[in-house]
């Protein structure tokens, strides 16, 4: 495996150890590791996010370009979307 020396602060240094000393991570490198992993899934879910949002606005510009336009309000469509689970 890949060894990699970095440079952290002190309040990340701090966070590893508390993290280790919690018994939650059995290393410094296991708590980065995980930390890296959230990273990862985080970006791949905002890139999931930023593919549908474009085809949702593929969409919307298609059906404007066509006429089709929507008689709701944007209040109307913002309180249908919180509603949501």
């Known amino acids: 495996m890949p060894t990699l020396n970095v440079s952290l602060t002190t309040e990340f240094a701090e966070f590893i150890d508390d993290a280790v000393a919690s018994g939650d991570y059995v290393s410094a490198s296991e708590v980065v590791r995980e930390a890296l992993r959230v990273l990862r899934d985080d970006k791949e879910g905002e890139a999931v996010k930023l593919a549908l949002l474009r085809n ?18 944007v209040q109307d469509i913002f309180a249908d979307a919180i509603d949501r689970p």
Do not use: K, V
């Open 56 to 73: 949702a606005i593929g969409i919307g510009l298609a059906q404007s370009e066509s006429g089709e336009f929507s008689e709701r309000s």
